[in-house]
């Protein structure tokens, strides 16, 4: 099995050089904080948040033990956010920041694959122009027994790179594009949560006794 890899990196070494190798590397790097990520997303319930809106709107309806229940089924990293606003603590930027805290951590990873997405056209461009320089040395070498094959040769081998650098980025840049996008909304879904519960409408509700009339 070793041997079999070895020999399998040796080849691609042959064809692109240390430049193909390096983006290989990058692109199992990428495959392994993608997975985690969607392990991470999975975990904290990204995008599953049925139960704190329906306990944000049974608070906004004044139904406090209703909207208690409901977020106690909450299987969602938001769900303590949520339960000190409505056990009293009305600091929005306080709650705010624990929200930011939270999505702080899922979005762990993010600035990792943009750099490769960034990075891995790059690096393909440079293995290209040092695969074209060997073509070219290769060639001048020649002196007057030149062989276009070497030199199509030499330029194929060259843009080798590039197509694996594209390769590479274009499925990065997506994905942390579809991540971005999922945290955005639940960015949003926070907020209006958040904005719902510490409305001056529903704050008075949190101290009302239970079964006390609305007015006096």
């Known amino acids: 099995m070793i041997a079999m ?16 190798l390096l983006l290989g590397a990058l692109s199992v790097l990428v495959l392994a904080v993608v997975l985690y990520k969607l392990w991470q997303f ?14 944000a709107a049974a608070w906004e309806a004044g139904d406090r033990a209703n909207a208690r ?10 769900s303590p956010v949520l339960a000190m606003a409505l056990d009293g603590q009305d600091d929005a930027p306080r709650l705010e920041a624990e929200a930011e805290a939270r999505f702080a951590r899922l979005e762990r990873g993010f600035r990792l694959l943009d750099s490769v997405a960034q990075l891995a056209p790059l ?39 590039t197509a694996v650098g594209l390769a590479v980025a274009m499925p990065t840049a997506l994905v942390l594009s579809w991540f971005e996008a999922r945290m955005d909304a639940e960015r949003v879904l926070a907020q209006q949560a958040l904005r719902t519960i510490l409305a001056p409408g529903t704050q ?7 079964g ?5």
Do not use: C, E, K, N
């Open 69 to 78: 229940r409901h977020l106690a089924a909450a299987r969602s990293y938001l």
């Open 5 to 20: 890899l070895s020999d399998a990196l040796r080849r691609v070494f042959d064809l692109g050089g240390p430049v193909v």
């Open 204 to 210: 008075s509700s949190r101290t009302m006794p239970a």
């Open 123 to 161: 690096l393909g461009l440079f293995g290209t122009v040092l695969g074209m320089i060997s073509a070219f040395q290769a060639l001048q070498a020649a002196g007057s027994q030149v062989d276009p094959s070497i030199l199509a040769g030499g330029i194929w081998v060259a843009l080798l790179t």
């Open 42 to 55: 999975t975990a904290a319930g990204v995008g599953r948040h049925t139960a704190l809106r329906d306990a």
């Open 212 to 216: 006390a009339p609305a007015h006096a």
